[in-house]
Protein backbone atom coordinates (compact mmCIF):
# COMPACT_ATOMS: atom_id res chain seq x y z
CA UNK A 1 0.00 0.00 0.00
CA UNK A 2 1.17 3.50 -0.30
CA UNK A 3 2.32 5.22 2.56
CA UNK A 4 0.46 8.23 1.96
CA UNK A 5 -2.97 6.38 2.18
CA UNK A 6 -1.95 4.58 5.29
CA UNK A 7 -0.88 8.23 6.41
CA UNK A 8 -4.20 9.53 5.65
CA UNK A 9 -6.33 6.47 7.06
CA UNK A 10 -4.43 6.95 10.70
CA UNK A 11 -5.06 10.79 10.56
CA UNK A 12 -8.92 10.42 9.13
CA UNK A 13 -9.51 8.46 12.53
CA UNK A 14 -8.96 10.99 15.16
CA UNK A 15 -11.06 13.82 13.03
CA UNK A 16 -13.70 11.33 11.74
CA UNK A 17 -13.80 11.02 16.23
CA UNK A 18 -13.36 14.62 16.67
CA UNK A 19 -16.14 15.41 14.46
CA UNK A 20 -18.59 12.93 15.62
CA UNK A 21 -17.51 13.64 19.06
CA UNK A 22 -18.19 17.77 18.47
CA UNK A 23 -21.37 17.29 17.03
CA UNK A 24 -23.02 14.85 19.99
CA UNK A 25 -22.45 17.61 22.46
CA UNK A 26 -23.77 20.23 19.88
CA UNK A 27 -26.61 18.09 19.70
CA UNK A 28 -27.10 17.39 23.81
CA UNK A 29 -26.78 21.51 23.93
CA UNK A 30 -28.72 21.90 21.95
CA UNK A 31 -31.40 19.42 23.05
CA UNK A 32 -31.09 21.46 26.74
CA UNK A 33 -31.72 24.68 25.38
CA UNK A 34 -35.24 23.20 23.89
CA UNK A 35 -36.17 21.27 27.22
CA UNK A 36 -35.42 24.87 28.79
CA UNK A 37 -38.01 26.71 26.35
CA UNK A 38 -40.69 24.05 27.39
CA UNK A 39 -40.16 24.87 31.48
CA UNK A 40 -39.78 28.45 30.17
CA UNK A 41 -43.23 28.58 27.88
CA UNK A 42 -45.29 26.42 31.02
CA UNK A 43 -43.69 29.41 33.77
CA UNK A 44 -44.98 31.75 31.40
CA UNK A 45 -48.54 30.40 31.33
CA UNK A 46 -48.16 30.21 35.22
CA UNK A 47 -46.87 34.02 35.68
CA UNK A 48 -49.60 34.80 33.42
CA UNK A 49 -52.53 32.56 35.32
CA UNK A 50 -51.40 34.34 38.29
CA UNK A 51 -53.08 37.76 38.16
CA UNK A 52 -56.44 36.81 37.13
CA UNK A 53 -56.03 34.08 40.36
CA UNK A 54 -54.48 37.16 42.85
CA UNK A 55 -57.63 38.89 41.45
CA UNK A 56 -60.83 35.93 42.17
CA UNK A 57 -59.10 35.44 45.45
CA UNK A 58 -58.63 38.99 46.69
CA UNK A 59 -62.51 39.36 45.51
CA UNK A 60 -63.55 37.58 48.31
CA UNK A 61 -60.93 36.83 50.91
CA UNK A 62 -59.68 40.64 51.20
CA UNK A 63 -57.60 39.74 54.47
CA UNK A 64 -55.29 37.54 53.01
CA UNK A 65 -54.16 40.64 51.61
CA UNK A 66 -50.19 39.82 53.09
CA UNK A 67 -49.89 36.64 50.91
CA UNK A 68 -51.28 37.90 47.87
CA UNK A 69 -48.67 40.68 48.10
CA UNK A 70 -46.24 38.13 48.20
CA UNK A 71 -47.47 35.98 45.40
CA UNK A 72 -47.83 39.22 43.00
CA UNK A 73 -43.77 40.34 44.07
CA UNK A 74 -43.02 36.50 43.83
CA UNK A 75 -44.70 36.91 40.00
CA UNK A 76 -42.76 39.97 39.07
CA UNK A 77 -39.45 38.71 40.40
CA UNK A 78 -39.32 35.50 38.68
CA UNK A 79 -40.82 37.17 34.91
CA UNK A 80 -37.56 39.63 35.52
CA UNK A 81 -35.02 36.61 35.77
CA UNK A 82 -34.49 35.43 32.46
CA UNK A 83 -31.57 33.68 32.85
CA UNK A 84 -31.96 29.66 33.62
CA UNK A 85 -30.07 28.60 36.82
CA UNK A 86 -30.14 28.36 40.53
CA UNK A 87 -31.41 31.74 41.23
CA UNK A 88 -34.33 31.38 38.79
CA UNK A 89 -35.05 28.05 40.13
CA UNK A 90 -34.80 29.43 43.53
CA UNK A 91 -37.25 32.27 42.52
CA UNK A 92 -39.90 29.54 40.71
CA UNK A 93 -39.93 26.94 43.65
CA UNK A 94 -40.61 30.47 46.24
CA UNK A 95 -43.19 31.42 44.30
CA UNK A 96 -44.34 27.21 43.93
CA UNK A 97 -44.49 27.26 47.52
CA UNK A 98 -46.34 30.87 48.03
CA UNK A 99 -49.00 29.49 45.34
CA UNK A 100 -49.44 26.49 48.00
CA UNK A 101 -49.80 28.52 50.94
CA UNK A 102 -52.88 30.75 49.14
CA UNK A 103 -54.47 27.42 47.68
CA UNK A 104 -54.47 26.37 51.14
CA UNK A 105 -56.01 29.43 52.53
CA UNK A 106 -58.76 29.68 49.96
CA UNK A 107 -59.82 26.13 52.04
CA UNK A 108 -61.59 28.56 54.64
CA UNK A 109 -64.10 30.56 52.10
CA UNK A 110 -66.76 28.24 50.78
CA UNK A 111 -68.17 30.72 48.30
CA UNK A 112 -64.63 31.46 46.73
CA UNK A 113 -64.30 27.43 46.56
CA UNK A 114 -67.40 27.33 44.76
CA UNK A 115 -66.79 29.92 42.39
CA UNK A 116 -66.91 29.11 38.84
CA UNK A 117 -63.95 31.28 38.17
CA UNK A 118 -61.98 30.18 40.68
CA UNK A 119 -62.18 26.45 39.86
CA UNK A 120 -61.39 26.96 36.04
CA UNK A 121 -58.10 29.36 37.49
CA UNK A 122 -57.34 26.40 39.63
CA UNK A 123 -58.09 24.09 37.60
CA UNK A 124 -55.40 25.41 34.69
CA UNK A 125 -53.02 26.17 37.65
CA UNK A 126 -52.79 22.56 38.45
CA UNK A 127 -52.57 21.55 35.13
CA UNK A 128 -49.99 24.03 34.68
CA UNK A 129 -47.94 23.30 37.68
CA UNK A 130 -48.16 19.38 36.15
CA UNK A 131 -46.35 20.53 32.79
CA UNK A 132 -43.71 22.65 34.48
CA UNK A 133 -42.93 18.77 36.67
CA UNK A 134 -42.82 17.15 33.28
CA UNK A 135 -40.42 20.25 31.35
CA UNK A 136 -38.17 19.94 34.35
CA UNK A 137 -37.81 16.15 34.31
CA UNK A 138 -37.20 16.58 30.90
CA UNK A 139 -34.73 19.27 31.27
CA UNK A 140 -32.71 17.83 33.90
CA UNK A 141 -32.46 14.52 31.61
CA UNK A 142 -30.73 16.62 28.70
CA UNK A 143 -28.78 18.23 31.41
CA UNK A 144 -27.31 14.92 33.04
CA UNK A 145 -26.72 13.84 29.14
CA UNK A 146 -24.61 17.19 28.50
CA UNK A 147 -22.94 17.09 32.11
CA UNK A 148 -21.71 13.69 31.24
CA UNK A 149 -20.61 14.68 27.67
CA UNK A 150 -18.60 16.72 29.05
CA UNK A 151 -16.57 15.64 31.90
CA UNK A 152 -16.14 11.69 30.34
CA UNK A 153 -12.82 11.08 29.04
CA UNK A 154 -11.86 11.47 26.39
CA UNK A 155 -14.52 13.47 25.26
CA UNK A 156 -13.73 16.46 27.83
CA UNK A 157 -11.05 17.26 25.93
CA UNK A 158 -13.54 17.86 22.94
CA UNK A 159 -15.78 19.83 24.63
CA UNK A 160 -13.05 21.62 26.68
CA UNK A 161 -11.72 22.81 23.70
CA UNK A 162 -14.64 24.03 22.33
CA UNK A 163 -16.19 25.99 24.97
CA UNK A 164 -18.91 23.54 26.32
CA UNK A 165 -19.62 23.59 30.22
CA UNK A 166 -21.37 22.11 32.68
CA UNK A 167 -25.19 23.22 32.81
CA UNK A 168 -27.17 23.36 36.67
CA UNK A 169 -29.92 20.98 36.94
CA UNK A 170 -33.58 22.76 37.96
CA UNK A 171 -33.82 20.99 40.98
CA UNK A 172 -36.00 22.00 44.73
CA UNK A 173 -33.79 24.02 46.99
CA UNK A 174 -36.30 24.16 49.96
CA UNK A 175 -35.68 21.04 51.82
CA UNK A 176 -39.54 21.45 52.71
CA UNK A 177 -40.53 20.45 49.10
CA UNK A 178 -38.55 17.43 49.14
CA UNK A 179 -40.39 16.20 52.45
CA UNK A 180 -42.37 13.30 52.34
CA UNK A 181 -45.89 14.65 53.21
CA UNK A 182 -48.02 13.18 55.97
CA UNK A 183 -51.33 12.50 56.05
CA UNK A 184 -53.55 11.15 58.40
CA UNK A 185 -56.79 9.55 58.03
CA UNK A 186 -57.77 9.83 61.61
CA UNK A 187 -60.99 12.27 62.93
Not at 10 to 24: H, S
Not at 98 to 122: T, W
Request: hydrophobic share 40%.
Amino acid sequence: MDPILILAAVMAVPLLWLLVTYNRLVRYRNHCGEAWSDIDTELKRRHDLIPNLVATVRGYAAHERGLLEEVTRLRSECMAETAPGPRLAGLENRLTDALGRLMVRVEAYPDLKASGQFLSLQHELVMTEDRIQAARRFFNGNVRELNNAVESFPTNLVAGGFGFSRRDFFELSDVRERATPSVSLER
